[in-house]
C-alpha cells in the first residue's frame, strides 16, 4: 500500500461524475480530500491523498484522466514561492502539520515538504510577503 | 586598544580580520578575549524585518511645463508633496487609495507605500498621478506619467527609526483570534511572535553605543547607508540585564541611503493582515573592535539576551504596564517555550536566516576593502526615556 497525493482539475463538463466513489468502488482506493472546490466558471479542483496498491492507483488516476480530468503531478493547490519567502518563520506556528517548517534552526530557513500539506490555507492568510498562494 | 583610522587602513589594504557576530562567540571562547581583541578588526551584526518608520524622498525633476505638485499619487499611494515643486516623501505605510482598509476584518492590506518602495527598488514601472492648483512660475496642474527609479533625480530612503534594540514578544491572552503588527495571534496563547536577529542584532552586540553613533556607517539593504540622528523613540534608560543589554524595546537608530544602490532581496514590502502595511529591511552595522570590552559584548549569546513577553489583546493595547514574563531568544528558537504550564508555538516577523546572510555580505565587503568604517560625529544618548502623549482638556 502506498499513499500519493494528487491534484485534480476538471474541466466544465465532467465536475458533476461521482468520480470519487468509483475510485473507491472500482479500484478499492482509500480517498482522503483535504480541499475541493467548483469554480464560478464551472470548472474543479480537488487535492486528495490515495492509498492502496500501486497498480490500482495507477489504473484509478487512468480512468480520471478518460473523463478529460488534468493531473498535476507537480503543481498542488497551496503553493510555496520560495523566492517570495523571507524565512521570517511567521508561518511556522501557524501550519497545524509542520508542512512548512525549519530544518536547521541554526540557519532558520524555512522549507516546505508539501506531501504533508493539508490544504488548510492558513499560511494564505497569514504570509506577510505572500509566499503562499494556492491553485484555487 | 585600536582606532578607527587603523582599522580603516587594515581594511584598505585588505587585511582586516573580520567576523560575524555569530562566529565570534566560539572565536572569543577558543583564543580568548585579550588575544581575540588585538587580532578581531571588525564583528558585523544585522537584521531584517519589518521597520514601519521607514520611507523615501524622491526627486522627479521639472516637466514642460513646469508645475508645483500639491498632491501625488504613486501606483495610487498618496505621497507628501507639502515640500518643493517636484519632491515627494512616499511613506512605507500609506495605504494605496480606496483600500477598503479594517471595513471588512481582517483587511488584507496588499498593497501599499512599502510595495512601491519595493517596486522601485527591484527597477519596475511606477505611475505618478499629480494634482496642483497651478501658479504663473508653474502653470502645469495635472500629470499622468510612468517611471523608473532610474528617472528620479533622487530617491532617498530616510528611516526615522529603524533596529530596534530589543522588542517584544507577543501573546494573546484573550478568547478571539487577534491580529497584530507582530501577526496573527492565536487566543488563550497558542502561539507567541517575536521580533530580533538576538545574537546577530546590531544594537544587542553593543548595548550601551560604544561604537554605533550618529555618522555610523551602515549597509542599509546593499547601499551604504547612515545614522542620521537617534532613531525615534529611543529610550536607553531601561531596564538592563548585569551584561547592559537591554531587557526591552530601547535604542532605535534613524538611517538614511541611496536607493538607487539597494539591492530588492532585502527591500521588501510587508502586508499584516488585518493590521496594515510595513517595510521589511536588511541592515548590517559593522562594530569596530577599539577595545577588549567592545569585543566582549559582541560575543553576547542567545540564551544571555531576554525579552518582555507582552498580551497584546489587553496590556498592550491599554498601555497597562503588565509584562508577563521574560523569555530568552535561545528559548524563542526553538520554536516553542513553556508559560503558565502551556505549551506556546513561537515563530517570528525577522528573519534570521537573512540577517545571517547580510552579516556574511558585509564581512566580505569589508574584507574586500569595500566597505570602510565610518567614526562617529556624536554618540547616541545614553540617558533618555520614552514620553508617553498625554490627552490634555484644554490648550497650554
Known sequence: ?136 | MKTYEEINRKIETGKAVVLTAEEIIDYVDRKGLDAAAKEVDVVTTATFGPMCSSGCFLNFGHSKPKMRISEAWLDDVPAYSGIAAVDVFLGATQLRYNDPANMNYPGRFEFGGAHVIEKLVAGETVQLFGLSYGTDDYPRREIRTWFTIDDLNQAIMVNPRNCYQNYNVAVNCSSRRIHTYLGILEPYMRNATYCSAGQLSPLLNDPLYETVGVGTAVWLAGARGHVYAEGTQHAPTCDRSPNGVPREGAGTLALTGDMKQMDPEFVRGVSLPGYGVSLSLGVGVPIPILNEQILKRTTVRDKDIVAPLIDYSHDYPEKTGRVLGQVSYAALKTGEITFDGRTVRVSAMSSYGKALAIAERLKDEIRRGDFLLAQPLAPLPRQQSMKGLKITEEPK
Do not use: Q
Not at chain 1, 482522503?32 to 467548483?38: E, K, Q, S
Not at chain 1, 530557513?109 to 484555487?136: D, I
Open chain 1, 1 to 136: 500500500m502506498i499513499t500519493r497525493k494528487l491534484f485534480f482539475r476538471f474541466p466544465k463538463s465532467e465536475i458533476e461524475k461521482p468520480i470519487v466513489y468509483h475510485l473507491v468502488k472500482d479500484y478499492d482506493l482509500i480517498i482522503n480530500i483535504f480541499r475541493a472546490r467548483v469554480t464560478d466558471n464551472k470548472e474543479g479542483y480537488m487535492v486528495l491523498d490515495v492509498t492502496g496498491e500501486e497498480e490500482s492507483i495507477e489504473r484509478g488516476v487512468e480512468f480520471v484522466r478518460a473523463f478529460g480530468v488534468a493531473i498535476d503531478p507537480i503543481n498542488k493547490g497551496v503553493r510555496w514561492i520560495e523566492d517570495r519567502c523571507t524565512h521570517c518563520t511567521n508561518c511556522i506556528a501557524h501550519c497545524p502539520t509542520n508542512a512548512l517548517h525549519i530544518d536547521d534552526r541554526k540557519t532558520m530557513r524555512v522549507t516546505f515538504t508539501e506531501e504533508l500539506c493539508v490544504e488548510c490555507l492558513n499560511c494564505l492568510s497569514n504570509c506577510p510577503y505572500g509566499a503562499c498562494t494556492s491553485a484555487f
